[in-house]
């Protein structure tokens, strides 16, 4: 199938053509007919899955078709709301590139930054509006944000918010958006409570599901190896050092195991930085900045400050740690091998860490390749025990974490070394 056999309109076939897409992903193939029909959606994928285009390439081509017809100022006509800055922008950026030949205008809100500059692009009228629900539901409380002439409402990663505390908010958002509406659901994972959730949004809904093992295993070359936590470092130093070309990202369970990840490579010579929840903003900016420059050839991050990266030309993801919960390997292993390209993901599993492997080979319904013996493979696994943190799950990142990063040229990203402008939220309110 080609982009041309989707009846999509000139203008965004070719900024699609820009953009260097040549054939859809699976997703893309299978949501973009249902979206154009005008049904709603129950998207079961992850990103890296190609799932922006999915549901923005439709949004687009409905609004271009409808915009011959309007004047006057614009309104709002589809909103999407993302659990994270990173995410945000992301979605922004890619409205604007499916847009280039089109009039239509997106704008993104999300916490963290003033919101002056939100305001004014939103008071001179937007026809898409990308948002964090916490910023979201603050502007809307404040009279800047009506949904009077929505028809698009896109929940994305639902799981990833209910995870992060949004459910209220949420549910207040829905509660606001007019009944007559093409509503679009989205999540990686499908517990009862996002079941739940998605009979909340969806009317006459049509489901689409790219299984973890399509979106990974087809793509991504993926190997364990086993070995001893004090030789962790030690591995991880010779594989880069081998790989002298390549782009790392380096998953650490705990914001305490990254710097300390950062620490020992220093000592083997390899420059790397740290992005988690306890840098500061500016710090995060310009470490996810430098390396997405290629300035900076290691990258060490936890779970959430991980969520949303989009790295053109990451070749390798290593899991210095392998997560507790399945999913996160997903995620983390989908970080390579983005759309249409290859990559390479490897894990470090001590012997604490065998039941997580089992789990995750559950999961993505395969065996994770196991790597041809080393030389630090010895070692003794009790020795580092008493000096580690104590394990924690990948939750307490997420639980802590406040600004997300936000890094390169966009018209999306504010100046990093602003602070949170003075309002008195709740937690989860700081989080997006
Ligand atoms: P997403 O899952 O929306 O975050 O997309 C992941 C990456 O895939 C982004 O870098 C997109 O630009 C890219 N992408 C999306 N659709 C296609 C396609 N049909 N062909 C090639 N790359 C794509």
């Given at each position: 199938m080609t982009f041309e056999d989707l009846g999509l309109a000139e203008p965004i076939l070719k900024a699609v053509e820009k953009e260097g897409y040549t054939t859809p992903t699976p997703i893309q193939e299978k949501a973009i007919p249902i979206l154009l029909k005008g049904k709603d959606l129950l998207g079961v994928a992850q990103t890296g899955t190609g799932k922006t285009a999915a549901f923005g390439i439709p949004i687009l081509n409905h609004l271009y078709n409808a915009q011959k017809t309007q004047t006057g100022k614009r309104r709002i006509k589809a909103l999407v709301v993302t659990p994270t800055r990173e995410l945000a922008i992301q979605i922004g950026e890619s409205f604007d590139a499916y847009a280039r030949y089109t009039n239509i205008k997106t704008t993104v809100i999300f916490g963290g930054v003033k919101q002056g500059k939100q305001t004014r692009i939103l008071q001179q009228g937007v026809d898409i509006l990308v948002a964090t629900p916490g910023r979201l539901l603050d502007l809307m409380g404040q009279?800047?944000?009506?949904?009077?002439?929505?028809?698009?409402a896109v929940l994305d990663e639902a799981d990833q918010m209910l995870d992060m505390g949004f459910i209220h908010d949420i549910k207040k958002i829905i509660a606001k958006l007019p009944p007559k509406r093409q509503s679009l659901f989205f999540s990686a994972t499908m517990p009862k409570s996002i079941v739940e959730l998605s009979r909340k949004i969806l009317g006459d809904f049509e489901q689409v599901t790219i299984k973890p093992e399509q979106a990974t295993?087809?793509?991504?070359d993926q190997g364990v190896y086993f070995v001893s936590k004090p030789n962790k470092p030690k591995l991880l130093a010779h594989l880069i050092k081998e790989k002298p070309e390549d782009s790392v990202l380096v998953f650490s369970r705990t914001k305490h195991g990254a710097n300390k990840i950062v620490k020992k490579l220093a000592q083997s010579d390899i420059r790397s930085a740290a992005i988690h929840g306890n840098k500061s903003q500016?710090?995060?900016q310009k470490a996810l900045g430098d390396f997405k420059d290629g300035q900076?050839?290691?990258l060490v991050a936890t779970d959430i400050a991980a969520r949303g990266i989009d790295v053109e030309e990451l070749n390798l993801v290593i899991n210095y740690d392998l997560p507790n919960i399945s999913e996160t390997y997903v995620h983390r292993?989908?970080?390579t091998g983005r759309a249409e390209a290859s990559g390479i993901a490897l894990s470090f599993c001590?012997?604490?860490e065998r039941p997580y492997l089992r789990d995750i080979e559950k999961l993505i319904n395969q065996q994770v390749p196991r790597m041809p013996e080393h030389q630090f493979i010895e070692g003794d696994d009790e020795a580092d025990t008493q000096t580690e943190q104590p394990r924690r799950k990948p939750n307490s990142d997420r639980n802590r974490s406040r600004n997300r990063n936000n890094s390169g040229s966009s018209k999306y990203r504010?100046?990093?070394?602003?602070k949170r402008s003075g309002n008195n939220r709740s937690?989860?309110?700081g989080r997006d």
């Amino acid at each position: 199938m080609t982009f041309e056999d989707l009846g999509l309109a000139e203008p965004i076939l070719k900024a699609v053509e820009k953009e260097g897409y040549t054939t859809p992903t699976p997703i893309q193939e299978k949501a973009i007919p249902i979206l154009l029909k005008g049904k709603d959606l129950l998207g079961v994928a992850q990103t890296g899955t190609g799932k922006t285009a999915a549901f923005g390439i439709p949004i687009l081509n409905h609004l271009y078709n409808a915009q011959k017809t309007q004047t006057g100022k614009r309104r709002i006509k589809a909103l999407v709301v993302t659990p994270t800055r990173e995410l945000a922008i992301q979605i922004g950026e890619s409205f604007d590139a499916y847009a280039r030949y089109t009039n239509i205008k997106t704008t993104v809100i999300f916490g963290g930054v003033k919101q002056g500059k939100q305001t004014r692009i939103l008071q001179q009228g937007v026809d898409i509006l990308v948002a964090t629900p916490g910023r979201l539901l603050d502007l809307m409380g404040q009279g800047f944000i009506s949904f009077r002439d929505l028809e698009f409402a896109v929940l994305d990663e639902a799981d990833q918010m209910l995870d992060m505390g949004f459910i209220h908010d949420i549910k207040k958002i829905i509660a606001k958006l007019p009944p007559k509406r093409q509503s679009l659901f989205f999540s990686a994972t499908m517990p009862k409570s996002i079941v739940e959730l998605s009979r909340k949004i969806l009317g006459d809904f049509e489901q689409v599901t790219i299984k973890p093992e399509q979106a990974t295993a087809e793509k991504v070359d993926q190997g364990v190896y086993f070995v001893s936590k004090p030789n962790k470092p030690k591995l991880l130093a010779h594989l880069i050092k081998e790989k002298p070309e390549d782009s790392v990202l380096v998953f650490s369970r705990t914001k305490h195991g990254a710097n300390k990840i950062v620490k020992k490579l220093a000592q083997s010579d390899i420059r790397s930085a740290a992005i988690h929840g306890n840098k500061s903003q500016t710090a995060r900016q310009k470490a996810l900045g430098d390396f997405k420059d290629g300035q900076l050839r290691v990258l060490v991050a936890t779970d959430i400050a991980a969520r949303g990266i989009d790295v053109e030309e990451l070749n390798l993801v290593i899991n210095y740690d392998l997560p507790n919960i399945s999913e996160t390997y997903v995620h983390r292993i989908g970080r390579t091998g983005r759309a249409e390209a290859s990559g390479i993901a490897l894990s470090f599993c001590d012997k604490e860490e065998r039941p997580y492997l089992r789990d995750i080979e559950k999961l993505i319904n395969q065996q994770v390749p196991r790597m041809p013996e080393h030389q630090f493979i010895e070692g003794d696994d009790e020795a580092d025990t008493q000096t580690e943190q104590p394990r924690r799950k990948p939750n307490s990142d997420r639980n802590r974490s406040r600004n997300r990063n936000n890094s390169g040229s966009s018209k999306y990203r504010g100046s990093g070394s602003q602070k949170r402008s003075g309002n008195n939220r709740s937690k989860s309110r700081g989080r997006d």
